[in-house]
């Protein structure tokens, strides 16, 4: 499976971004997807994931109430809509393919990162 992030760019604080990630290769819908971001200078981390039906998501602390996660089986791509964005999001953010959940362990398909920058 390939994928590939899109949607990044520069954005004020309180400002919102939506990310996509398309598929290919692969049998989409049997994977749950997740987004994980690494900022500068520290460890790559959860953002938030879904499963490979949609029927459930779950999302990191710090994202809870800003962020969307979505999926659309029919067009392969997994989204990630940001919103109230904060200094504090400035990071790459990958999307990844696997058995899902929180863990990077359970990914095994990740794409290539898009960045996101938020200005204060």
């Known amino acids: 499976v390939q994928l590939q992030a899109s949607g990044g760019g520069l954005v004020q604080a309180g400002g919102s971004l939506s990310l996509s990630c398309a598929a290919s290769?692969?049998?989409?819908?049997?994977?749950?997807m997740g987004w994980l971001r690494q900022a500068p200078g520290k460890e790559r981390e959860f953002v938030a994931a879904?499963?490979?039906?949609?029927?459930?998501?779950n999302y990191a602390d710090s994202v809870k109430g800003r962020f969307t996660i979505s999926r659309n089986n029919a067009k392969n791509t997994a989204y990630l809509q940001m919103n109230s964005l904060k200094p504090e999001d400035t990071a790459v953010y990958y999307c990844?393919?696997?058995?899902?959940?929180?863990?990077?362990?359970?990914?095994?398909?990740w794409g290539q990162g898009t960045l996101v920058t938020v200005s204060s």
């Open positions: 290769g692969g049998t989409f819908s049997r994977y749950g």
């Open positions: 879904i499963r490979w039906s949609g029927s459930f998501v």
């Open positions: 990844a393919a696997g058995s899902g959940g929180d863990s990077e362990s359970n990914y095994v398909y």
